[in-house]
C-alpha cells in the first residue's frame, strides 16, 4: 500500500520505520492503525529485513492517540476502539523479527503502549513517558494495563497510571520501562548500531529466543522449560551446525534464512 504516515528506509538488513505525523505530534489516528497492520505484513515477508527501529519524527515518538478522533465515541464504540489497537499492537509483538523503539521524544499515552509492544526501548535523554488518560477520564485502551506492570512492577506500574504523572528517561530507565538512553543526536545511530549486532546473528536463533522469552511471561517455568528444551533441539543439524562450525573454524558464520 502507499504509506502516508510511516515512512521506512532498509539498510544492512535494520528496517528504520519513522512515524511522520509531526503537525499532530505523531498522535495515532485510524490511518495509522491501518498502515501498521500493512507494515507487520510486509516485514513478515521480507527476507531483506530482519530487525525492525520503531521511531518518531520531530518532538515527539508518538504523543498519544487522536483525542479529536476519540472525542463523542459511544461506549461500544470505544471498545472497538480500544480492541482494534490492542489487536494491532499484539502482531507488532508477536512479529517474528525484532522490533526496536527509539523513542527520541514524548512517549505518552498510546505512544508508551506502542513502544511497550516493541521488543525493548531505547530512549533520548530528552524523552518523556507517561500515562495520562485518568486525567481525560479514561484509562489506557492499548494494554497499557497489562504490559507496564510486566515491565515495571504493580507499584511503579499504578503509580504511573493513577496520577498520569509524566516522567523523564533517566527515571523510565531506572524502573526498567527503556534499557538505555543516549544524548538526543546519538540515540538513532546508536539504534541501528544494536539493530546491526542482532542482525548479525543467527537468524532462526533470534526469532526463537524472542518466542521463548515472550512465552516466559505466559507459561509456568516448567512448561517454559519445556518449551526452550524443544525449541534448542530444533537448531541443531540447522543453523547451529554452522554457527559452531564457524566458531571452531574461528570465522564468520555463513547463515541461511
Not at 177 to 188: G, R
Request: proline content about 4%; glycine content about 10%; overall charge neutral.
Amino acid at each position: 500500500m502507499d504509506y502516508e504516515i510511516l515512512k521506512t528506509a532498509v539498510a544492512e538488513a535494520v528496517a528504520t520505520v519513522t512515524i511522520s505525523r509531526s503537525k499532530a505530534m505523531n498522535a495515532l489516528n485510524s490511518r495509522f492503525f491501518v498502515e501498521m497492520d500493512a507494515l507487520i505484513d510486509e516485514m513478515a515477508g521480507r527476507t531483506d529485513v530482519k530487525v525492525i527501529i520503531l521511531t518518531g519524527e520531530g518532538k515527539a515518538f508518538v504523543a498519544g492517540a487522536d483525542i479529536a478522533e476519540m472525542a463523542g465515541k459511544s461506549q461500544e464504540q470505544g471498545r472497538q476502539f480500544s480492541r482494534a489497537g490492542q489487536r494491532t499492537f499484539r502482531r507488532l509483538e508477536l512479529l517474528d523479527k525484532p522490533v526496536i523503539a527509539a523513542i527520541n521524544g514524548f512517549a505518552l499515552g498510546g505512544g508508551l503502549e506502542l513502544a511497550m509492544a516493541c521488543d525493548f526501548r531505547l530512549a533520548s535523554a530528552a524523552a518523556k513517558f507517561g500515562q495520562p488518560e485518568v486525567s481525560l477520564g479514561v484509562i489506557p485502551g492499548y494494554a497499557a494495563t497489562q504490559r507496564l506492570p510486566r515491565l515495571v512492577g504493580l507499584g511503579n506500574a499504578l503509580h504511573l497510571l493513577l496520577t498520569g504523572e509524566m516522567i523523564g528517561a533517566e527515571e523510565a530507565l531506572r524502573i526498567g520501562l527503556v534499557q538505555k538512553v543516549f544524548p538526543p543526536e546519538e540515540l538513532l545511530p546508536a539504534a541501528q548500531g544494536i539493530a546491526k549486532t542482532i542482525a548479525s546473528k543467527g537468524p532462526k536463533a533470534v526469532k526463537l529466543a524472542k518466542l521463548v522469552a515472550r512465552q516466559s511471561v505466559i507459561l509456568d517455568f516448567e512448561s517454559g522449560c519445556a518449551l526452550e528444551s524443544e525449541k534448542f533441539g530444533s537448531l541443531f543439524d540447522n543453523e547451529a551446525a554452522e554457527g559452531m562450525k564457524a566458531f571452531l573454524e574461528k570465522r564468520p558464520a555463513n547463515w541461511k534464512d
